[in-house]
């Protein structure tokens, strides 16, 4: 949980994005679509326990959002804190009050966090190749083992459709995308590049960010898939610095490659799946005075298998390895550390009369470093009619130490345990008629052997959370949708009594959008964070301060013109002056316009 000795803090956070689309399924349901993060395997939203939130990759683009760090925004019970905008800014999520370090992010299967060190930068994560983002909280995401917080999954577009954009805006920013596919029967390929730049808000700000992927699909046999992902992405960035401490010449390289390659097969009522994946990425600091060089990689691999029993029961059942290999070389310290790890996980579905399902799993997972973890999880969903769900989870999950947290030389401790939690929620959903949809969620968390101070950390820290979440998302007239939240945490350090830094009481948003026969469409988009505590750096000890709540205001109109479509906007249209951590302030009015053809 965000502790006070966790280094800066929790910034906005904002609206559901809901895809209402009907489906159909073995018991009545009103309106949801499938999912992958629940249990690993698809299902439909509307029959898991967990509470999982789905965005479209071409949704999140006609709004003109570029990275990940972007998105999610947008979601209720998620928040994100950002130093600096931009491609060149640092953007992390908090899930229900946790740390960045605490919420697994996950590329096309492949754990990000298995090389990060500090929680994963969601603004190096471009939008230009997703096809969807979901986004799982509290207890379910213990099927994933190091996910203490949530899970943030990203899966990138298999389509085969060509298309290019160009966008420029304020603060000299400046971008190009181009995809080429192919399609032939029975598999298909997609290519893509993508640079974006920025000259900054503030000195030393300007960034350099190009991403590229591919995407390659494969028959592999009767009813079977062999699936290629690679995804490569590079920037050197200016460091400017809090306000307090500026650092003018500080500069910033990062590397990130991955590669997945995944097996499918399909027969009858059974699926099963393998993966083998690898990771590499790479850090680079310099400054006067100062250099570091961080290196990490990962290679690992997975095997599932569901069988569908004639009851509507499923059993889901895998296998994970993976081993990572970290070095950090700087001019005051040097190390290198390895580590290996294997889980294996079992989830029971299984349908109790006509109307309620019932989830029962756990997962174990075998540390070279720190030893074994097995965590329990229990869910349930019931339809109380065809337009009312209810749906409650409880389980248990963890967060495991990092490499620099067990291995810096004099500042570490090999001895560190992961951090624990349980958790729970409950919520319930309504669709009391066609085109409106309510969602009503509480939560809990109550963590404990939280890692704590600088040199040497800790397992000392505890923490609860306690919070309510309201979304609605309407189709009120022709052509007119609004969609909003607002979600109120209360979270304690219990060892001090204490609000937990970076954490807002409320936070909120909406969005009302139309859209006219001849194909415009406008956007508005609200944000609102109330006052949250964070920490001074600038004095010494630091000092608790309270940074102001804020609302942003956002633009968005897009014309299409045969197939080219035209889209411009406005973000923090009010000019608002605001922190979402002390001593990084946001940038001010900015505006863009975007050219694009085959999105």
């Given at each position: 949980m965000a502790l006070r000795t966790v280094p800066t803090g929790i910034a906005a956070v904002g609206i559901l994005l809901f895809v209402m689309a009907p489906v159909r399924g073995q018991v009545p349901t009103f309106e949801g679509e499938e999912v992958t993060v629940p249990g690993l395997r698809p299902q439909l939203s509307t029959t898991t326990p967990a509470f999982v939130s789905v965005l479209g990759g071409e949704e999140l683009r006609r709004l003109g959002f570029a990275t990940l760090g972007d998105a999610l925004r947008f979601l209720a019970e998620v928040s994100t804190r950002a130093a600096g905008g931009g491609p060149g800014g640092f953007t992390q999520a908090s899930i229900r009050g946790s740390t960045p370090q605490q919420v697994l992010v996950l590329v096309d299967g492949v754990p990000l966090n298995a090389t990060a060190q500090f929680g994963v930068n969601l603004s190096t994560i471009s939008l230009a190749e997703v096809e969807r983002i979901e986004v799982l909280r509290g207890s379910y995401s213990a099927i994933y083992g190091n996910a203490l917080g949530g899970v943030i999954s990203?899966?990138?577009?298999?389509?085969?459709?060509?298309?290019?954009?160009?966008?420029?805006?304020?603060?000299?920013?400046?971008?190009?995308?181009?995809?080429?596919?192919?399609?032939?029967?029975?598999?298909?390929?997609?290519?893509g590049a993508e640079v974006l730049g920025t000259s900054g808000d503030r000195p030393n700000s300007d960034a350099t960010r190009w991403t590229g992927t591919l995407h390659l699909e494969l028959p592999g046999g009767p009813q079977r898939t062999l699936t290629l992902v690679a995804r490569h992405s590079a920037s050197t960035a200016g460091l400017p610095g809090p306000t307090f401490f500026p650092t003018p010449d500080d500069r910033l390289d990062d590397v990130r490659t991955l590669l997945a390659l995944t097996w499918a097969k399909e027969a009858g009522p059974q699926t099963m799946q393998a993966r083998i994946w690898w990771l590499g990425d790479r850090l680079a600091q310099t400054s006067p005075g100062f250099s570091s060089d961080d290196r990490g990689g990962a290679l690992g691999g997975a095997f599932q298998r569901?069988?569908?029993?004639?009851d509507g029961a499923v059993l889901t059942w895998g296998l994970e390895l993976a081993r990572s290999t970290f070095s950090s070389t700087s001019t005051f310290a040097?190390?290198?550390?390895?580590?290996?790890?294997?889980?294996?996980?079992?989830?029971y579905d299984t349908v109790l009369g006509p109307r309620t399902h019932l989830g029962l799993g756990a997962r174990y997972d075998a540390h070279s470093t720190y030893g074994a973890q097995v965590n329990p999880?229990?869910?349930?969903?019931?339809?109380?009619?065809?337009?009312?769900?209810?749906?409650?989870?409880?389980?248990?999950?963890?967060?495991?130490?990092?490499?620099?947290?067990?291995?810096?030389p004099g500042c570490s401790n090999p001895a560190l345990r992961p951090e624990e939690a349980w958790a729970a929620d409950l919520g319930l959903e309504a669709a009391p008629r066609p085109g409106l949809l309510l969602r009503l969620n509480g939560f809990a968390t109550v963590a404990r052997n939280?890692?704590?101070?600088?040199?040497?950390?800790?397992?000392?820290?505890?923490?609860?959370?306690?919070?309510?979440?309201?979304?609605?998302?309407?189709r009120i007239g022709e052509g007119w949708t609004?969609?909003?939240?607002?979600?109120?945490?209360?979270?304690?350090?219990?060892?001090?009594?204490?609000?937990?830094?970076?954490?807002?009481?409320?936070?909120?948003?909406?969005?009302?959008?139309?859209?006219?026969?001849?194909?415009?469409?406008?956007?508005?988009?609200?944000?609102?964070?109330?006052?949250?505590?964070?920490?001074?750096?600038?004095?010494?000890?630091?000092?608790?301060?309270?940074?102001?709540?804020?609302?942003?205001?956002?633009?968005?109109?897009?014309?299409?013109?045969?197939?080219?479509?035209?889209?411009?906007?406005?973000?923090?249209?009010?000019?608002?002056?605001?922190?979402?951590?002390?001593?990084?302030?946001?940038?001010?009015?900015?505006?863009?316009?975007?050219?694009?053809?085959?999105?």
């Open positions: 990203v899966r990138t577009r298999p389509s085969a459709k060509t298309g290019y954009s160009m966008v420029g805006g304020s603060f000299g920013s400046a971008g190009a995308r181009l995809r080429l596919g192919r399609a032939w029967p029975g598999g298909r390929i997609a290519l569901v069988l569908r029993r004639p040097t190390f290198q550390s390895d580590a290996a790890t294997w889980a294996g996980y079992l989830q999880r229990l869910g349930f969903v019931h339809l109380a009619s065809d337009r009312v769900r209810v749906r409650g989870s409880v389980g248990r999950a963890f967060r495991a130490p990092t490499f620099f947290e067990l291995n810096y939280l890692i704590v101070g600088g040199c040497d950390p800790q397992n000392v820290g505890s923490a609860r959370i306690a919070g309510i979440s309201a979304e609605a998302a309407w609004a969609q909003g939240n607002l979600t109120w945490t209360d979270g304690v350090d219990r060892d001090t009594g204490l609000r937990l830094l970076r954490v807002p009481p409320w936070q909120g948003s909406a969005v009302l959008r139309r859209i006219w026969p001849s194909g415009a469409a406008a956007s508005l988009l609200v944000t609102y964070t109330s006052a949250r505590d964070d920490l001074d750096t600038s004095t010494f000890p630091a000092t608790r301060v309270t940074l102001p709540g804020y609302v942003t205001v956002g633009l968005r109109y897009e014309q299409s013109v045969g197939p080219l479509l035209l889209l411009a906007g406005v973000d923090n249209l009010l000019d608002s002056r605001y922190e979402t951590l002390r001593g990084y302030p946001a940038q001010g009015r900015t505006f863009f316009v975007q050219f694009a053809l085959g999105r």
